[in-house]
């Protein structure tokens, strides 16, 4: 038993919270298992009880034939309806704390679930995320979730429940988040053919280091690059990668595939499928259908030496 | 006494010299509701082999992390397929063969209501399983999960025909599902022997008239919302797409409208079943027979308030939410007490553990997991951190295997040597037993806890977290210890078909009237039923002196 909670705090468990929201979920989720267990150990006990104590014998005769018991039945429902009844009213009033109606104010982050990266847009600044999210600690954030193809789900079980993202429909979570970290999350909506390759990856800062963080990201500094990145620059506006993708202060306003203005300050590319380095960079611009098959970015023929123009420009997109 | 229908065994095929009494072509000729009950079955052990194959692939998949044994299209192709057989094509026959067999033997009668629609009912079936199936041959099979949610169901996300197969099979194998539910709607009301009123009924034959009713009001609801999607597909109706000015959430709600009284729909006959089986080998009459079709009842009607709790997390709102949450405990209670009411049987009883009562008494403990899982889904907060994760996963399937499966298999042991005149091996019987629910336990217990740890289902691959690894391996071995589980409980059949003992018309000593006839029943059930007063009409036979 102890092994197992063991594994079960491995960084994104639901036991392992990070937010006064999960917090609250996690209270009621020991009292669920506690009153569980007990409901589970008798009838565990019962039945062994019953199965022991009742069987027949070589010299069994036929039982006494009892139909039915009026007292028996009542406690049969009683019991269970009080419990029942008791977590109903703990739920509701957990259900108030955690997701309290969003009013009209405006949200503090607007986020899109595409197929198969998430876009994180931060209101009143032109920053734009992808996949790697940065968020304030210590403020409730009211998030506003929308699709932009199917339905996908915000999950990140430190910081409490989750919420689909529909076409058409706007949705909205309250989050506040207790320390800075990385807290881990996924997609959890069955959303297609790379459903488990949409992980989220919530990185929480003081309000200060976000202020600067978000002040930082509203432009490119743009960084003295060597011929080979500046080569890479030219293809990437002259090829197809600008239509579906944006850096800022370039010609290239894509919104089709994530933003590239700061790709290489993410830790992992392709929504958590792997580590951000160049030749992960290399392999997806040779054949991102053979990396992450029925992604949206389609194969382009490029030189070798193309490609490595391609990659020696985006490893510097800080 | 009153007249008892003949069955039309001996007609002939109209244009065909051979008589319907010989070999394949008296089986699919058939209108005799044992050959059909049988054939239900035997089409349900096929179709299990078939998705118990898909999963063992979508097992080794997840077998270690970061696997590539599977590309994610077929991945996606094997779970959705292998939802959509156990629901629809396992799950489904294997009862409906269950209620064709019995039914007319457990209320006297020689036949149902419509021996031809009742072919015609299986036939459909059949012919849906093997449409569905040509799907892999006819460019791919549905890969939007046995739930198809819209859009990801649209042709724009999914374009080969599997969901148009989803879509037509279903339909198919629908219009039999209803047609039989109809069928033995009459039958139990109109073909009762004379003398048995509704409140001698045996249990099962309770339960499968609620639940015809049940599947009477839920399957429109599917049928409507598989012609909506085929429209859309076909001919860009636009009903579950957003931008032309559809919903994807009509989609959940028709889908659930019909889903979550489905599930009930495959516990209700279990609990028929062992309402039959428990007071058998305690040799007690059932505790509160009106208790339980009372509960029966409550759960058929409240099945129809409770489907939103498969959509807590779509942002209805917390008084939508909150209202269904209460429905949803409160159906808790009627499925939950019914635990408490085979207890009572048990108590003071005398019992015999044979394969049959073993399996019952396990289903009390790996039923009961499932439930308390899934009152946690009825608890709102923790439904948000939960669902959709392998949490979910492991509660269904203690709720499918530990519930409908653990229920088909006590009464294939029980009724088995009534239906074959054969009675298989015990010995083999039970080591069959164990293995089955240790590894059944094996397989599901630990996807809690992988749940609980953040692992979302219905993912073809995983990080490697701590943890998350030593737990899928687990999991996967107990899932191959199940399938060669499946393999011995096949050989154990067709061994005692060929050369299994002889049974007796009553091995187990029971009390109803299926077992007044010989093992196996004459192509005519009864020439003559022996008087029903009670619920217990064989016994107060065997022992009139103390009748109830
Ligand atoms: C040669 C030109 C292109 C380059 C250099 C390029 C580069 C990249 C990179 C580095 C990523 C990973 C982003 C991340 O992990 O945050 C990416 C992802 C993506 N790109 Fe492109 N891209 C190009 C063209 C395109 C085009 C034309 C499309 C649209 C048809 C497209 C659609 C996408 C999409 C949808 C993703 C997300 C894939 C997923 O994670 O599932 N890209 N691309
Ligand atoms: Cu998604």
């Known amino acids: 038993m102890a092994g197992y909670l063991c594994l079960i705090s491995n960084g994104q468990s639901i036991f392992e919270v990070a937010s006064p929201e999960a917090e609250k979920i996690r209270a009621l989720t020991y009292g669920f298992l506690i009153a569980a267990a007990g409901v589970m150990l008798l009838i565990v006990l019962l039945t062994i009880y019953i199965s022991v104590k009742f069987r027949a014998k070589a010299t069994s005769v036929e039982p006494i034939q009892i139909k039915g018991n009026r007292k028996v039945e009542i406690l049969m429902v009683g019991f269970p309806l009080v419990l029942v009844i008791g977590f109903f009213f703990w739920s509701i009033k957990t259900m108030r704390e955690v997701l309290p109606p969003h009013g009209d104010g405006p949200p503090d982050i607007i986020i899109t679930g595409h197929q198969w990266w998430w876009e994180a847009v ?130 290239a306003t894509g919104g089709e595939g994530p933003d590239l203005t700061h790709f290489a300050s993410r830790k992992t590319m392709l929504a958590g499928m792997m580590d951000n380095n160049p030749e992960n960079v290399y392999k997806w611009l040779t054949d991102p259908q053979k990396v992450k098959p029925g992604s949206h970015m389609p194969r382009f023929i490029f030189a070798k030496d193309s490609i490595a123009a391609l990659t020696a420009y985006l490893t510097q997109l800080k | 006494m009153k007249a008892i229908r003949l069955p039309e065994s001996e007609k002939p095929i109209p244009g065909l010299s051979v008589s319907t009494n010989q070999g394949l072509l008296q089986w699919i000729s058939s209108v005799d509701h044992k050959q059909i009950g049988i054939m239900y079955l035997w089409l349900s052990v096929l179709f299990l082999v078939m998705g118990g194959c898909e999963i063992l692939l979508v097992r080794l998949q997840l077998v270690v992390p970061n696997n590539d044994f599977l590309d994610p299209e077929v991945f996606n192709q094997l779970f959705t397929m292998h939802g959509t057989t156990m629901i629809f094509f396992v799950a489904m026959p294997a009862i409906f063969g269950f209620n064709t067999y019995l039914v007319p033997l457990m209320i006297g009668a020689n036949d149902m209501a419509y021996p031809r629609l009742n ?39 999914s374009s080969s025909p599997g969901i148009d197969y989803y879509c037509s099979s279903l339909l198919i194998a629908g219009i039999g599902t209803v047609s039989a539910s109809a069928n033995f709607i009459v039958t139990i009301l109109k073909y009762r022997v004379g003398t048995m009123s509704l409140k001698h009924m045996p249990l099962f034959v309770w339960m499968v008239l609620i639940n015809s009713f049940l599947i009477l009001a839920a399957f429109p609801a599917l049928n409507a919302a598989l012609a909506m999607l085929l429209l859309d597909r076909q001919l860009h109706a636009h009903f579950f797409t957003a931008i032309g000015g559809g919903s994807a959430i009509l989609w959940q709600h028709l889908f659930w409208l019909f889903g979550h009284p489905e599930v009930y729909i495959v516990i209700l006959p279990i609990f028929g079943i062992f309402s039959e089986i428990f007071p058998v080998y305690s040799r007690k009459p059932i505790f509160g027979y009106n208790f339980i079709i009372g509960s029966g009842m409550a759960i058929a009607l409240l099945a129809f308030g409770v489907w939103i709790h498969h959509m807590f997390a779509t942002g209805l709102g917390n008084t939508v939410n909150g209202f269904f949450a209460a429905s949803s405990m409160l159906i808790g209670i009627p499925t939950g007490v019914k635990i408490f009411n085979w207890l009572a049987t048990m108590y003071g009883g005398a019992i015999r553990f044979k394969v049959a009562m073993m ?159 010989s093992s196996p029943p004459e192509l005519k059930n009864f020439d003559q039923v022996i008087p029903v007063n009670s619920t217990r009409p064989f016994r107060d036979f065997k022992r009139p002196d103390d009748a109830d």
Request: proline share 5%; with cysteine.
């Open chain 1, 122 to 251: 931060y209101p009143g600044s032109k920053v734009v995320a992808a996949n790697e999210i940065y968020l304030p600690t210590g403020k409730r954030l009211l998030i506003e979730l929308n699709a932009a193809d199917v339905i996908h789900d915000w999950w990140v079980p430190a910081l409490g429940g989750k919420m689909d993202l529909i076409p058409g429909m706007v949705n909205h979570l309250w989050v506040t988040i207790n320390k800075p970290g990385t807290y881990e999350g996924t997609c959890s909506e069955f959303c297609g053919q790379q459903h488990a390759w949409m992980r989220i990856r919530v990185v929480a800062q003081s309000p200060e280091d976000h202020e600067q963080w978000l002040q930082a990201h509203s432009q490119r500094t743009e960084l003295p690059m060597g011929t080979l990145a500046l080569e890479g620059k030219a293809l990437f506006m002259k090829a197809s990668c600008s239509n579906c993708h944006s850096v800022q202060g370039t010609i």
């Open chain 2, 119 to 157: 072919a015609f009912s299986f036939w459909l079936t059949f012919f849906g399983g093997l449409m569905l199936y040509f799907s892999f041959l006819a460019g791919g099979a549905p890969d939007a999960g046995w739930f198809n949610y819209a859009p990801l169901n649209q042709y724009n996300y």
């Open chain 2, 359 to 517: 399996f019952a008494v396990a289903f009390l403990v790996e039923f009961t997991i499932g439930g308390l899982s899934g009152i946690s889904f009825a608890i709102i907060p923790i439904d948000w951190q939960l669902t959709d994760t392998y949490y979910v996963v492991a509660h269904l399937h203690y709720v499918f295997i530990g519930g409908t499966l653990f229920g088909l298999l006590s009464g294939l042991f029980y009724w088995f040597p009534k239906i074959s005149g054969r009675i298989p091996d015990e010995r083999l019987s039970k080591w069959f037993f164990w293995l089955f629910v240790i590894s059944f336990n094996l397989t599901f217990l630990v996807q809690h806890a992988l749940g609980a740890m953040g692992m979302a289902r219905r993912v073809y691959t995983y990080p490697d977290f701590a943890g998350w690894g030593t737990l899928n391996l687990i999991s996967t071995t107990g899932g191959f210890l199940m399938g060669i589980s499946i393999g011995l409980l096949v050989y154990i059949l067709v061994k005692a078909i060929r050369k299994g003992v002889q049974a007796p018309a009553d091995p187990w000593d029971a009390s109803t009237l299926e077992w007044t006839t």
